[in-house]
């Protein structure tokens, strides 16, 4: 059973900055690593992802601000997030798709609290 930790969030001022961490238990048939977040009485979004070929991806509301990157050896993917506002309140999530051709599955950690006050 794939497991995944996050750790990081918090409360921060606006402007200010945060770095999220999430470590994976497994690091075969990774295709994406990814962080989504999801506002009080909002839809899930996509914040960014990093395929297993670091490519990258980033919501338009967070690009310039955020950067993803991976550690492979460590099995972590993080979230560096830079001059933060108080529309980035929402809990983060870190999801995985872990699989190949058609038998993918996506795997979610529980979530960490960002909150950022004006």
């Known amino acids: 059973q794939v497991q995944l930790v996050e750790s990081g969030g918090g409360l921060v001022q606006a402007g200010g900055s945060l770095r999220l961490s999430c470590v994976v238990s497994v690091n075969f048939k990774i295709v994406s690593m990814g962080w989504y977040r999801q506002a009080q009485g909002k839809q899930r979004e996509m914040v960014a992802t990093i395929t297993s070929g670091s490519n990258t991806e980033y919501a338009d509301s967070v690009k310039g601000r955020f950067t993803i990157s991976r550690d492979t050896a460590k099995n972590t993917v993080y979230l560096q997030m830079n001059s933060l506002k108080p529309e980035d309140t929402a809990v983060y999530y870190c999801?995985?798709?872990?699989?190949?051709?058609?038998?993918?599955?996506?795997?979610w950690g529980q979530g960490t609290q960002v909150t950022v006050s004006s």
């Open positions: 999801g995985v798709d872990q699989g190949k051709g058609a038998q993918v599955t996506t795997h």
